[in-house]
């Protein structure tokens, strides 16, 4: 019996000990992985990390909290650098005032496409960014896929006092809030002078080609017809079914017809060509360009000789509405998820708690003034795109400048909710069905 208890004494005194020193190996793995990790770059996916241009060298990292942004690539790059000195802007804005987050900020629009469903399970998959900013047009798309984290700030308050109301109603999906509302855009109608136009006035300059566009503008002249409650998913059925909307849009752009009876609005001369209409703006004496808020604030950046007489609602119908598109900050689902062992509960909250220092910093009037007023560059200049905001537009400059004015009255009269779901995997068909039936030419 004094040789079994004896054993077994021995047996759990080894125990104890064994457990003892892999739980001291245990911690020693996790502060050698933590302060010895490879480069950001190294570990994330070709592209994410814009091809290693942020340095690695990061202040206090074993402090630091590490925040990985990717920007919606798709707005003026006036500079012709990638929208790199924007990124840097924002970096450097960030980074003054929370010093405890090392922010490393992407968004090229000749490395990343946020319209392609694979490339958003890479941007928002568990190697990927911590925060995307994204069309809503496919916020229904992501939260199928479980990409997106449902109420990623709720100390933000999405109302009408805060931000555009059809921005709100963009980022919410099935009774949840998914995102927070960055910019909004539409195809808006601006009567065009110009000082240096030699040629005589057109009627309209604008595009009705392409897989997004056309099927944009039948929406658009979709709920003109019927009313912005009409939308639903029966709206987008193939091939359409409402003969009364296809007669709309053949009638506006019937009025791009030139004299030797050409028409660069259904062929494919503006066809994702915004330099074409541009160029056809200035040379014009005065004209009609239907075309996003930030491609008129091109042309006026491009001839400043430029002149915005009036800005309205497409004639799509009587109705007058316009249907508008919102960008939204969205958070990376896999963030919220300690998916290894050494991750602790205080590691995943700080992580947490810098994405939403970013969503509220990057959404406030303060900085979308600077993001439209160019705040980043060297020269002045202004971008004219449309902040969800609504702090932004009771700012003195902004409401002083008779475009963004204009611009802001029609929205505020006639702007509605675009989709946010559906319209993604059907936008090829569509388009394919409403350029047949109006005889458009082929691409």
């Known amino acids: 019996l004094f040789l079994y208890c004896y054993t077994a004494a021995i047996s759990a005194h080894m125990l104890v000990s064994v457990v003892l020193l892999l739980l001291a190996s245990a911690t020693a793995i996790s502060a050698h992985i933590q302060k010895h990790s490879a480069p950001i770059s190294d570990v994330y996916p070709q592209g994410l990390m814009n091809n290693g241009e942020y340095s690695d060298e990061f202040s206090d990292y074993e402090n630091a909290v590490e925040l990985r942004v990717l920007i919606y690539p798709y707005i003026p790059d006036l500079k012709n650098d990638g929208l790199k000195s924007l990124r840097k802007y924002i970096k450097k804005e960030f980074e003054a005032g929370h010093p405890d987050i090392t922010l490393h900020v992407d968004g090229d629009p000749s490395v990343h496409d946020p319209y392609s469903t694979d490339n958003l399970k890479t941007y928002l998959g568990t190697n990927g960014y911590d925060v995307v900013e994204v069309d809503t047009i496919l916020l229904g798309e992501m939260v199928k896929l479980n990409l997106v984290e449902p109420h990623p700030h709720p100390g933000i308050p999405l109302d009408d006092s805060s931000f555009l109301r059809f921005a709100v109603d963009a980022v919410r999906y099935k009774g949840h809030v998914y995102g927070i509302p960055t910019l909004v855009c539409a195809n808006f109608l601006a009567a065009m002078t110009s000082e240096n136009g030699k040629d005589d006035a057109v009627n309209l300059i604008g595009s009705f080609r392409g897989s997004w566009t056309l099927p944009g503008h039948y929406l658009n002249a979709y709920i003109n017809k019927y009313g912005a409650s ?114 602790t509960g205080t590691r995943t909250k700080a992580k947490k708690n810098a994405i939403q220092k970013f969503m509220a910093f990057y959404t406030s009037g303060d900085f979308r003034y600077k993001y439209a007023f160019c705040g980043d560059m060297d020269f002045k200049c202004i971008r004219y795109v449309l902040p969800a905001c609504s702090a932004f537009y009771k700012n003195t400059l902004v409401h002083w400048n008779s475009f963004y004015t204009q611009l802001y009255d029609v929205m505020m009269t006639s702007g509605t909710a675009g989709p946010n779901h559906e319209i993604y995997y059907k936008k090829d068909c569509l388009d394919g069905s409403i350029s047949t039936q109006l005889k458009y030419p082929p691409l």
């Not at 193939?238 to 259904?266: A, M, W, Y």
């Not at 491609?295 to 950046?301: E, K, N, P, R, T």
């Open 230 to 343: 009409s939308m639903d998913d029966g709206v987008l059925s193939n091939p359409p079914e409402h003969s009364d909307v296809l007669n709309s849009i053949r009638q506006f752009s019937d009025t791009c017809v030139r004299k030797d009876g050409s028409n660069p609005c259904t062929d494919k001369t503006y066809k994702d060509n915004t330099s074409a209409q541009i160029n056809d703006v200035i040379k014009s004496k005065s004209s009609h360009f239907l075309a996003y808020a930030e491609v008129i604030g091109q042309a006026l950046f491009t001839d400043p000789s430029l002149k915005v007489t009036s800005v309205k609602v497409p004639p799509f119908g009587g109705a007058g509405y316009l249907q508008m598109y919102t960008d939204a900050l969205v958070a990376n689902r896999n963030t919220y998820k300690a998916t290894c062992w050494w991750q």
